[in-house]
């Protein structure tokens, strides 16, 4: 899909839209389009189609759209539609007050607007994480906070975060004192008593090594300090498509957010970014660190069979953070009792990287190969055995 003139060269912002569907006219190659939910109205950037997540897209209907929005031209250069969230809260990280009656928090899919019911609906300080009883207005159709509630300790309200890049400093926690990790330019405070996750399905070993590239993935508290995580070593592929997309400047490189719910980063050298349209595509990039020891991509790679590069659906290998109920995800995923997180156990299980032959591939080949064998043995048994 060519990129939209409104869209091209301008960073985008990811944000998820919840409420009523009070009108949705689709762009054309030719027109822009237009998206209502409750009382906010976003355009739609020409030739920018949208896509659905398993939810019937009827005016009246309650839903969500999760969507990718042009900073300067203020357009939606990808959007997708969702159920409406469901479950007795939503959680986030709180951004700021967007007015009195209002505020905004990222949560799983994005930067998400609510209203205020009253001002009795406390707020915290931004980057705090928070979680609100909520209901639709009936006669705006927004997204209404009714009530603070807590963050619960079952990690199923928890931040989950995706670090990559080269382990700089490793302390483990102990039962008095906190920790600490460095991947590349961020350093993660560890909380006291968390002890090494690990796979709970397979190895538990901490094998964290300073000096190397690896990934830590990890749930965090309401102030921002490790509960439980896990690393592993840092993939050479990644395949995913950004939620959101900051450009590069003279001296930074570009940031693209590859995971709504874990606002996984990989950083875009300016060579690289004319040649994408992050903002709504998915992507297979070969991975390296830089002098920070930060992931970057190196180039972009060919993709296996079955993923379009610059356009479809794809799951982060890397991430491999399912949704979360952090912002209660519009399809509900199961979360442990146990310390382990869904988030860790998907984050430990091996993935297969662009190129590689899948696991029913490779059983078609060695059945062919079998095959043509037997045959083979026959013919020659059939013309040199006696009859």
């Known amino acids: 899909m060519a990129t939209p003139a409104e869209a091209t060269s301008e960073g985008t912002n990811a944000l998820e839209i919840c409420g009523t569907l009070r009108a949705h006219t689709a762009a054309s190659a030719s027109a822009e389009g237009s998206l209502r939910i409750g009382s906010r109205t976003y355009p739609v950037a020409t030739g920018v189609g949208a ?227 992050l903002a709504r595509s998915t992507y297979c990039f070969s991975i390296a660190v830089d002098a920070n020891g930060d992931m970057t991509a190196s180039a972009v790679a060919p993709c296996s069979p079955g993923v379009a590069a610059g356009g479809g659906t794809a799951t982060p290998t890397v991430t491999a953070s399912p949704p979360t109920s952090a912002s209660v995800s519009p399809t509900p995923t199961p979360s442990l009792t146990l310390a382990p997180s869904p988030s860790l156990v998907a984050a430990a299980s091996p993935t297969t990287t662009p190129g590689e032959p899948g696991a029913p591939e490779f059983l078609v080949v060695v059945g062919v190969a079998l095959v043509a064998v037997a045959g083979l043995v026959r013919y020659l048994l059939r013309r040199w055995l006696p009859r």
Not at 149 to 177: I, Q
Not at 247 to 253: E, M, Q, T
């Open 51 to 277: 896509g659905s997540g398993g939810v019937e897209v009827a005016v009246g209907r309650d839903l969500c759209a999760t969507a990718s929005i042009g900073l300067t031209s203020g357009r939606l250069v990808r959007y997708l539609f969702f159920p409406m969230l469901s479950g007795d809260r939503v959680c986030g990280n709180l951004i700021r007050p967007t007015a009195v009656d209002s505020f905004a928090m990222r949560s799983d899919f994005g930067e998400l607007t609510l209203q205020r019911a009253t001002q009795a609906v406390g707020l915290d300080n931004p980057g705090m994480r928070v979680c609100y009883a909520y209901q639709v207005d009936g006669g705006t159709g927004d997204l209404v906070a009714t009530a603070k509630v807590p963050v619960r300790d079952n990690f199923s309200d928890r931040e989950h975060l995706t670090r990559c890049g080269t382990v700089k400093a490793y302390v483990p926690a102990t039962a008095t004192s906190s920790g600490q990790i460095t991947i590349g330019s961020a350093l993660f405070r560890i909380d006291a008593g968390t002890v090494y996750t690990g796979d709970p399905a397979g190895d538990r070993t901490d094998r964290t090594t300073v000096g190397q590239a690896m990934c830590v993935i990890s749930t965090l508290d309401t102030g921002g300090d490790i509960v439980e995580y896990l690393t592993r070593a840092m993939d050479s592929n990644i395949t995913a498509t950004a939620s959101a997309y900051t450009l590069p400047s003279a001296s930074n490189p570009g940031i693209a957010i590859l995971s709504y719910q874990s606002r996984f980063e990989l950083r875009i050298p300016a060579a690289l970014d004319a040649t994408l349209d």
